[in-house]
């Protein structure tokens, strides 16, 4: 499946069938959509803007992290997101700042394929429900819409046992051993925002859901919906979540 960067979905055995004519939309995994082989062609990037390379690099970021840190996750899906977030704190500011120079985009397209991959073999988790029902509801870029979410969720997730390992994969192994394990988890925050305000120091970023022309009052009809079909989070907490994004 050609793509401009992909999404990573296409290494997984996921499918997405949308049918126009009764607004429906059917999900489900299968092993004979797996992918034996997926070509990675930095052609396919070399007219995207830096400002899609952003929006993408952070997407496998984003993905990677959720990856890396849930408790669904397989062992070979954090492995994935392992090399996804050394790939992407490595190379999304110099290929949005040098988005001429191949092996750049060729890392972050990586990036992309395998944080996606790896996302796509743990139970759905609240930031893709909440990230479909927005990106399907205003045909809003669906990465743009999972940037936003996972930005503002991070901080509200159950810190795990293996929440703060992801940061070793982020930052100089020298550096990390100077945290002590309680304080990773909030280093994981703060590198993730300084991460963000850097693209957005790089390009325009859209990074709330007003940019992308959301009313402010459909938030409250958003948050029923998505509260009738998961009890990851109350109604309550996906509103104020919501209203946070906005």
Not at 49 to 74: F, N, Q, R
């Amino acid at each position: 499946i050609p793509t401009n960067m992909g999404s990573g979905f296409e290494a997984s055995d996921f499918i997405r069938i949308v049918d126009n004519d009764q607004n429906k939309i059917f999900e489900f995994n299968s092993k004979y959509a797996s992918s034996d082989i997926v070509t990675i062609d930095s052609a396919l990037t070399d007219i995207l803007p830096p400002k899609a390379i952003a929006t993408h690099g952070l997407y496998a970021l984003a993905m990677a992290v959720e990856c890396y840190t849930s408790d669904s996750s397989l062992m070979i899906g954090k492995i994935y997101a392992d090399v996804a977030i050394k790939q992407v704190t490595s190379y999304l500011d110099k290929c949005i700042l040098h988005n001429a120079e191949t092996p750049y985009r060729t890392r972050i397209m990586e990036a992309v394929v395998l944080a996606g991959a790896g996302y796509s073999l743990q139970e759905r988790d609240i930031i893709a429900i909440i990230s479909d029902a927005i990106s399907d509801r205003y045909h809003i870029n669906y990465a743009n819409v999972f940037d936003i979410v996972f930005k503002h969720y991070i901080k509200k997730q159950e810190v795990g046992p293996t929440f703060g390992y992801c940061l070793n994969s982020m930052i100089d192994e020298n550096e990390y051993a100077l945290y002590a394990r309680e304080n990773r988890a909030q280093k994981v925050y703060s590198t993730i925002e300084e991460i963000y305000e850097r693209v957005k120091g790089y390009v325009d970023f859209n990074d709330k859901f007003r940019d992308f022309g959301v009313p402010k009052d459909d938030l409250e009809s958003i948050a029923d919906d998505i509260s009738q079909i998961t009890k990851l989070l109350s109604r309550e907490q996906i509103l104020e979540l919501l209203n946070e994004c906005y």
